[in-house]
C-alpha cells in the first residue's frame, strides 16, 4: 500500500445526517449537520460542531438548550432543505411540526422519529466553529422505531453522510465486541 | 406518529469505526472507536471520547497527540479485537505496522487507508468520558483510495457503528446541499 499526503482537511469517513433544533427569538428553527457524535457514556453526553455564524447558534447561546433531530431516509428532502437556507433568510418553523419536552425552550421535530433533548454543558471554541457539548436530558422515539426500549437503527433506516452525499446504511458487516474473537496473530 | 421517552442515554444514530492510535510507554497502541466527529472546518480539527481509564488516554495526555486511522470493512476482524483487549494487558503495537508522519508520537497504522494525525487542541472532561480535541496536521491515505486528492469513500469501504454492529455504507440516497431543491412548502 503506497500511501500520500493530502494535507490538514476537516475529514471523518462517516457522519449521521441530523437537524440540530433550536429556539431562535423564540422561534423553532432546524439546522442541517453531520458533525455530531456521542461525548460521553455517565452523564450521557453528544456533541455537535456548528458555525458560528450560523443562526442556530444564536438560539443555543440565548437558551442554553437544543436538541438533535434523527430524520429517516424518507426525510431527504426536508433535512437537505434545512441546510440549503438561513433561518435568518426563512422560517423554517414551520417544515416540521415542533413539541418541547423537559426543558421547554429545545425543539424537537415531530416528524423525526428520534428526538435528543439536551442542556448545554460547554461550548468549545475551535475557530470556525464552536463545537456543543450537550447532557442528553432526554431521548423522544417514535414508538414504531424502538425494539427493547432502545432506538432500533433498521426501523428508524438513518441518513448516512459521507462526501457531500446521502446514504443509507448498508448490510451487516459484523458484530461489535465480538469480530475481534476470530482475530489470529500474525 | 406516536412518541414515547427512552430516558437518557448516550444515542448517536450512526458513527464512524475507527483506532484511535497514540504513543504509551513509547509503544504504539490502537483502540477501538466510534464516538468521533469532524469539531472544525478552520482549522481542520476533529473529536473523539475515550474513556478516561483507557490505556489510549495515557499516551494522549502523555504525548498530547494521537491518530485516527480508518479501517476498511474487510479489517473488522484487527478493528474489533483493539476494542477487545486493553493496552495494559496485551502489546497490540504489532496488529497493525506503524509509520509516523510530522508530529513523530501519534502512530499511524499502515494497513488503514486512511489516517488522521492530530495534535490535541483541547481534552474536555465530560465525565466518564474525556472529549478529545485535535488539530489535524496531516491525511495520509492509500493511493488507491483517492480521488481528485481527497479521500473517496467508495474505495475505502469504511465501517459504520450502530447498535452494537458494524455496517457497510448503503446505497446513495440523495445529494447533499442538492436534495432540498425539490423542497415545496407544504
Keep these: 500500500m503506497q500511501k500520500i499526503t493530502l494535507g490538514a482537511m476537516p475529514f471523518m469517513s462517516v457522519m449521521p ?4 433544533g433550536a429556539n431562535v427569538k423564540g422561534k423553532p428553527n432546524y439546522m442541517t449537520a453531520a458533525w455530531a457524535t456521542v461525548a460521553c457514556m455517565a452523564p ?3 456533541c455537535v460542531a456548528v458555525n ?12 442554553k438548550t437544543f436538541s438533535l433531530n434523527i430524520p429517516s431516509a ?28 423537559k426543558l421547554k425552550t429545545a425543539p424537537l421535530a415531530e416528524e423525526c422519529p428520534i428526538n435528543i433533548e439536551c442542556r448545554l454543558f460547554k461550548s468549545v471554541d475551535c475557530g470556525s466553529h464552536l463545537l456543543y ?40 458487516v459484523d458484530r461489535a465486541f465480538s469480530a475481534g474473537k476470530k482475530y489470529t496473530k500474525k
Tied chains: 1, 2.
Design 17 to 20: 445526517t441530523l437537524l440540530v
Design 133 to 172: 457539548i450537550g447532557e442528553v436530558v432526554e431521548i423522544h422515539a417514535d414508538t414504531a422505531c424502538v425494539t427493547d426500549g432502545k432506538p432500533d437503527i433498521t426501523k428508524i433506516n438513518p441518513i448516512v453522510y459521507a462526501q457531500l452525499t446521502y446514504f443509507d446504511v448498508g448490510k451487516q
Design 74 to 101: 424518507n426525510q431527504v428532502v426536508e433535512t437537505d432543505h434545512c441546510g440549503l437556507v438561513s433561518g435568518s433568510q426563512e422560517d423554517k418553523s414551520e417544515i416540521f411540526r415542533s413539541f418541547y419536552g
Design 44 to 46: 450521557a453526553m453528544v
Design 52 to 63: 458560528k455564524m450560523r443562526y442556530t447558534a444564536k438560539g443555543i447561546e440565548e437558551n
